[in-house]
């Protein structure tokens, strides 16, 4: 499923600070972030290129309109396997019904395929659970949260 | 809650070899792991200490009984907050009633505290559901899952 004229999926990059955490507004609480954080941070994530794959799908203008994180786990479990996390999916509210998500999610799940993992796992919502069957993934148990 | 006494948790070392892997097994399929996978596994963890930190518990002998990962994710979502990820649980099943799962949950999520993540997750079957409430948890959404 190709994306719509001009928008591209990407790695995540620094110019894209103010869209990014923008667009990250519509998932959760974001607070304030400033460029100096977003630096300190993109370099952290950039620095640990094997473990984090922050992605975004950009529109015409170049401005981030969905967001996507693949985070991979080094485990003993399954002769050393590697694992996948899905995390931070965004999809800006003004850009639905172009399958953004979906084509986000497929291709996050391609990454981690070809980066040799055994399985991609994510969270969500009951509401999302349809969406991520169409894109192949089946529950496989319950999330269990203990904030501070 | 104490453990029972000459029982210690601690970091994983490299003279765990042996248990460690046997003790993953009551979890899921560990395959062949050889101690060398496992020197280059763990110096891999201990190269990276603000991202893995892997846990035991030891008997009286010093064999692994329970085993335990906090994973720790730096978000940009809030205000570059950071996420713990208990992976991992296994506790021995000649070792069961000895509360060792509760230990290793409190503890990991103690360490989590200390090291300023704002929440914990985990994923469990809905069997274990009872359990990780008894530990504080909520449920807090679906695990959705594509294995390759």
């Known amino acids: 499923m190709a994306l719509p004229e001009g928008y591209t999926f990407r790695k995540l990059q ?8 923008e667009n990250l507004k519509v998932l959760t609480t974001v607070g304030e972030v400033s460029l100096e954080s ?3 941070l993109l370099n952290h ?7 984090y794959h922050p992605y975004v799908i950009s529109n015409v203008e170049g401005s981030v309109v969905a967001t996507g994180m693949l985070l991979i786990e080094r485990k003993l479990i399954h002769e050393c396997g590697l694992v996948g996390h899905i995390e931070d999916i965004s999809v800006s509210k003004v850009e639905q019904g172009k399958k953004l998500g ?10 981690a395929q070809e980066l040799g993992t055994y399985k991609v796992i994510l969270d969500c919502s009951p509401e999302n659970v349809g969406f991520y069957e169409k894109c192949g993934f089946k529950n496989s ?3 269990m949260v203990r904030r501070f």
Chains 1, 2 share one sequence.
Do not use: K, N, R
Not at 45 to 51: G, K, R, Y
């Open 14 to 21: 620094l110019s894209d600070y103010e869209t990014y955490v």
């Open 38 to 40: 977003f630096t300190e």
């Open 45 to 51: 994530w950039q620095s640990l290129p094997e473990l």
């Open 102 to 111: 979906y084509h986000m999610i497929s291709s996050l799940t391609s990454i």
């Open 141 to 143: 148990g319950i999330e």
